[in-house]
């Protein structure tokens, strides 16, 4: 049957199925617009109020520029996230680089243990630095006199925070090389270091530019390292912090809201200028780069992966000790006195259990909204422009800090004219903040995911005259089945470690793990915190092996194609 045929065959279903793919597109873009844009477009409104809700234009901007303290936090954050780049970026690019192109040994071991901050909230570094540098520090002589709180501390938890990701984006780069370009080089004669320069570098300069970008945006918008470690130096996030649970100042909560969200959006936006720029590194006849074994590189790369897991292992290794011992550093007998939550502040057990709640929630709804997304966006057919707009809500969230969301919600779910106002400090709230904060990532690798199925099957699907949803639970589904476990399990781990994102909109009941660390380390309660955090982390990492194992099982009944 030629196409045209095929064509006037399968119209009518066609366009049935087109209209119920818009409807659904719809209805998840009307979720974005609801729990984004209009909570992101309430903030800009109320920077331009007065307490009294009158409005006051540019005032509120003008106060904020004429407090020298709240402007040097501007320049402090730019420093710290510029620095924080620069140190994260060359820590993660050398090791990617033995990971990649070294024959050492244990690699799997060292990935697995540079990976371990992501199971972590970003306060428990900064809890683990002040047990190992603070006034009483285990090794506070190894600073030489310089104090952890400040810069300093708030540098070192960043890059122990930011590795990963960094590791990640550069490893994914390095491993995408062409064996024939460095064998063209090695007939020519020419130096390693040259190679390095003029082939490796090139070759993984996009890879290394978004690496840049993701660690200055998490960086700049992190609350939990700065909170816990900066002591009297203020950063935009921690501002925003005091302005609303500190002096109830919501109005300038916003302004600074806003100037903390412009240089999220400017970092965002360049790199995906430069990631649209970017082109194929291998044709359909590029070789796999196999690494070569090298006595002396592999050795020097083995140390220098030994140092980075020390590294990252010390920090985790001293929150544990914190959480087990009974008063450091004056009674250091181990026990679990520390884990008896109940007895503290911060939300106790019912905390860690309502994580595991939101983890759960997050996980279930926020896989189907996300999948369902992106599913219309990449196999629908028409509404082009509809679907570039729904791309672009998808995108929105990344550029978007969690401090910023969060208060976001306040000014929108608390207005009493909301008719949504019911769901302000509960659960639900939650839910749909964590959704919307962590979407930008889910839907990327959703898109990934469908990017590699062949159009033809909904061509054959429509042939049959088989609804589109048939050729989705049946197809579609089952083939993207490893993306949407990861999608799951990455919504999780995040909903169980976030702070930021949540810390304005819990209840009296839906206090969270994260959020009570946060809590017992105000009240002076630091190994409680440490072991809240270490609660967290094994809770991740239970979870992980777990969903590994499972997805083993349930691959092999549905991804048996691919070994083909």
């Not at 998490?218 to 950063?235: E, H």
């Not at 729904?390 to 779910?413: E, N, S, T």
Request: glycine share 8%; proline share 4%; with cysteine.
């Amino acid at each position: 049957m030629h196409t045209s045929q095929l064509d006037k065959v399968v119209k009518p279903k066609s366009s049935r199925d087109d209209r119920q793919m818009l409807m659904f597109m719809i209805v998840i873009a009307s979720y974005l617009v609801f729990a984004l844009a209009l909570p992101l477009y309430t903030i800009l409104s109320k920077s331009f109020k007065n307490n009294d809700g009158d409005f006051v234009g540019l005032g509120n901007y003008v106060e904020y520029f004429n407090t020298p303290a709240l402007v040097y936090s501007i320049q402090n954050s730019l420093t710290i996230s510029l620095i924080t780049t620069v140190i994260s970026v060359s820590i993660a690019f050398m090791l990617a680089y033995g990971l990649n192109r070294s024959c050492m040994p244990f690699k799997g071991t060292f990935k697995a243990i540079a990976m371990i901050p992501i199971l972590v909230p970003s306060l428990l570094p900064g809890i683990a630095l002040i047990y190992l540098f603070g006034k009483q520090g285990m090794i506070r002589w190894l600073l030489f006199g310089h104090d952890i709180y400040g810069p300093i501390g708030i540098v070192i938890s960043e890059v122990f925070f930011t590795l990963p990701h960094a590791l990640i984006i550069i490893m994914t780069a390095l491993s995408i090389a062409d064996a024939r370009l460095y064998e063209a080089a090695d007939s020519l004669r020419t130096s390693k270091l040259k190679i390095f320069f003029t082939v490796t570098l090139p070759g993984a300069r996009y890879g290394l530019i978004s690496a840049a970008f993701v660690v200055f945006t998490l960086t700049i918008t992190d609350f939990g390292a700065p909170k816990v470690i900066g002591g009297g130096y203020n950063v935009l996030a921690t501002d925003i912090y005091k302005q609303v649970i500190g002096q109830q100042n919501f109005e300038m909560g916003a302004v600074v809201s806003l100037i903390l969200l412009l240089p999220a959006a400017v970092a965002f936006m360049v790199d995906r200028i430069v990631q649209r720029k970017q082109v194929a590194l291998l044709s359909a006849r590029a070789v796999a780069l196999e690494p070569k074994p090298s006595t002396v590189f592999d050795r020097a790369m083995l140390g220098y992966s030994i140092l980075i897991s020390i590294f990252i292992l010390g920090i985790l290794g001293t929150c544990q000790y914190a959480a087990l011992i009974k008063f450091y550093p004056y009674d250091l007998t181990m026990g679990l006195s520390n884990y008896q939550f109940d007895l503290m502040d911060g939300g106790g057990w019912d905390s860690y259990f309502n994580s595991l709640e939101l983890g759960a929630w997050t996980a279930v709804i926020g896989t189907t909204v996300v999948f369902l997304g992106a599913f219309m966006v990449e196999k629908g057919k028409g509404f082009k422009q509809g679907r570039n707009i729904f791309q672009f809500l998808a995108m929105l969230p990344m550029a978007v800090p969690g401090l910023v969301l969060g208060l976001a919600y306040i000014f929108f779910f608390n207005a009493p004219n909301n008719p949504f106002h019911f769901i302000y400090h509960t659960m639900a709230i939650l839910v749909v903040s964590t959704v919307v904060h962590f979407y930008t990532v889910s839907h990327l690798t959703a898109i990934t995911a469908l990017k590699q199925m062949d159009k033809e099957f909904e061509s054959v699907g429509a042939s049959l005259k088989a609804p589109f949803y048939k050729t989705f639970t049946k197809i579609t589904v089952p083939v993207c089945l490893p993306a949407i476990l990861d999608i799951s399990i990455y919504l999780f781990v995040n909903a169980m470690t976030t702070v930021s994102a949540v810390v304005f909109l819990y209840g009296p009941h839906t206090a969270l793990a994260s959020v009570a660390v946060l809590n017992m380390d105000d009240a002076g309660d630091i190994a409680p915190a440490a072991a809240m955090g270490m609660m967290i982390f094994y809770t991740n990492a239970g979870v992980r092996i777990v969903h590994g194992l499972l997805s083993r099982g349930v691959l092999k009944k549905t991804q048996a194609w691919r070994a083909r």
